[in-house]
């Protein structure tokens, strides 16, 4: 499905969607729904690039979200267009592409947003780590040999990014995105039969992998949405990187009053800190966590051009890396 078959799909009813777009989805909303639309996109870490594979990640996208989302996930919806008209099937024509269907939830109780209007209380970063802790408990142990090469790499894969951060930021932004992935190439190297203690230990789980305050809803309990389908490596991770995603994420927000909670009511349920490597480490994720983030800002604002928020977001991510990082070794 291109850009011109989406505003054609939009064009049909325009008082009936309203659209968001990330660097990977086109997301539809009606009054009761969301239609998530995959873009025939391939990155280093995805590939969307054929409707066999769109199709596919969006069955297993439905699948692996049933598990903390029940009764959110409703289908796969085929993408028709019939006698020139484009829509959601299903319906005789020719499919286009597939989206996944879900449940549409009240928007003002995103937790971003009730973050941004500091309406987030401790009882409510009490609910997610309690909801977080059981759905890990649950969860499937990966046992594997640890590849802290591979751990390594996915770090650097920012530094693909660095021209475009030097051309936003200056030199200076650059210069700290390459020397993070070298401090992060030698913090695993160090620690790297830590890494697979941890893993013998049971704590890499078939996790969530992209649990940030976008990607939870604050209802009577925590909702959690829109995990990683789209690479297991990604979302097979140990529960203290999981964590520190969620962590920096209240970090970013300058509630670290409840990053600190959450962890604290979190191991109350499941502890995953027993020593002081463990607590340098969980320093690592959370630096890669905001290494993540501001990749996916970077692939995000080259499909359009980013507004000062946008910008002054970016900033806070490279900060946080270079200052977590400070704080591992």
């Known amino acids: 499905?291109?850009?011109?078959?989406?505003?054609?799909?939009?064009?049909?009813?325009?008082?009936?969607?309203?659209?968001?777009?990330t660097h990977a989805n086109w997301i539809l909303l009606d009054a009761e729904h969301a239609f998530k639309i995959k873009k025939p996109v391939r990155y280093s870490f995805l590939d969307y690039s054929t409707l066999d594979l769109r199709r596919h990640y969006c069955q297993l996208e439905l699948t692996l979200n049933r598990r903390f989302s029940e009764g959110i996930y409703l289908d796969v919806s085929p993408v028709v267009e019939l006698d020139g008209r484009i829509g959601f099937g299903p319906s005789e024509g020719t499919v286009l592409d597939y989206a996944v269907k879900m449940k549409r939830l009240p928007a003002d109780r995103q937790m971003h947003r009730m973050l941004e209007a500091g309406q987030v209380t401790e009882d409510h970063i009490r609910a997610i780590a309690r909801r977080l802790a059981a759905f890990h408990q649950q969860a499937s142990a990966v046992y594997r040999p640890v590849n802290w090469e591979e751990?390594?790499?996915?770090?650097?894969?920012?530094?693909?990014?660095?021209?475009?951060?030097?051309?936003?930021?200056?030199?200076?932004?650059?210069?700290?995105v390459w020397g993070a992935a070298q401090r992060a190439d030698t913090f695993l190297y160090r620690h790297r039969q830590l890494l697979q203690e941890r893993n013998d230990a049971g704590f890499t789980v078939d996790g969530h992998g992209d649990l940030h305050s976008a990607n939870i809803f604050l209802l009577d309990e925590p909702v959690f949405f829109d995990c990683i389908e789209f690479d297991e490596h990604l979302r097979q991770v140990d529960v203290l990187d999981e964590l520190a995603f969620l962590s920096m994420d209240l970090d970013r927000f300058g509630?670290?009053?409840?990053?600190?909670?959450?962890?604290?009511?979190?191991?109350?349920?499941?502890?995953?800190?027993?020593?002081?490597?463990?607590?340098?480490?969980?320093?690592?994720?959370?630096?890669?966590?905001?290494?993540?983030?501001?990749?996916?800002k970077a692939l995000s604002i080259q499909q359009h051009p980013p507004g000062q928020e946008e910008l002054e977001e970016m900033k806070k991510y490279l900060q946080l890396m270079v200052g977590y990082q400070a704080k591992m070794l």
């Open 1 to 21: 499905m291109t850009a011109e078959d989406l505003q054609r799909l939009i064009a049909d009813r325009p008082d009936r969607y309203e659209l968001i777009e």
């Open 151 to 176: 751990m390594a790499k996915d770090f650097s894969d920012l530094t693909g990014h660095s021209g475009l951060l030097e051309q936003l930021f200056g030199r200076k932004a650059a210069e700290q």
């Open 255 to 296: 509630r670290s009053d409840l990053a600190d909670l959450l962890v604290n009511a979190y191991q109350k349920h499941h502890f995953c800190l027993p020593g002081e490597a463990d607590k340098r480490l969980f320093y690592y994720y959370r630096a890669y966590r905001a290494n993540v983030r501001l990749k996916v």
